[in-house]
C-alpha cells in the first residue's frame, strides 16, 4: 500500500481539464507506472499560471476513446 490513491483523490481539480485531479509530474509518473501503463500522463494545456510547477493530468485512453478525438 501507498499514498498515491490518497493523492490522487485530495489532488485540487482542473476546472477547464474536466475537473481532473491536478498532479505534479512526479506524482502522474508513478500513476503510470502503478497502472501499467493503463494510465497516460499529459501536461495541463491551462497550466500557463503555475509555470515554476507544471501540472499534469492522467486520462485512461480506453475508457475515453472517441471523446475528445485526439489522443
Ligand atoms: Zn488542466
Avoid at 500513476?31 to 509555470?51: H, I, N, W, Y
Avoid at 492522467?58 to 475515453?64: G, M, V, Y
Amino acid at each position: 500500500m501507498d499514498d498515491t490513491q490518497d493523492r490522487y483523490s485530495e489532488a485540487p481539480r482542473c476546472q477547464p481539464c474536466d475537473g481532473r485531479a491536478m498532479l505534479s509530474e512526479a506524482t502522474a509518473d508513478r500513476f503510470v507506472q502503478v497502472t501499467e501503463g493503463r494510465l497516460v500522463k499529459f501536461r495541463c494545456p491551462d497550466g500557463a499560471d503555475s509555470p515554476n510547477d507544471a501540472v499534469w493530468h492522467l486520462f485512461n485512453p480506453t475508457a475515453e476513446r472517441g471523446r475528445s478525438g485526439r489522443a
